[in-house]
């Protein structure tokens, strides 16, 4: 029998967590009608699942330092 090793996964390896609008405008230290209004303006990359808005914080982080974020 093989020695199997087991191994943990690294963050880099995890897979991105999900997070909703009320957590992207605590996290951009914004108001959660600057995000609708960052979305509807398409200045904000974003996912829809059912009525919500979902976002991938590695998504938004390119966006500002792309510059495409302005108020």
Do not use: C, H
């Not at 909703?20 to 609708?36: G, Q």
């Not at 509807?40 to 914080?57: Q, T």
């Amino acid at each position: 029998m093989k020695d199997e090793v087991q191994r943990t996964m690294t963050a880099d390896e995890m897979p991105e967590k999900w997070v909703n609008l009320e957590d992207i405008a605590d996290y951009l230290s914004v108001s959660n009608d600057t995000i609708r209004n960052w979305i509807k303006d398409g200045k904000l990359p974003y996912y829809k699942a059912g009525k919500r808005y979902k976002f991938k914080i590695s998504e938004v982080d390119e966006w500002l330092r792309k510059g495409k974020i302005t108020e």
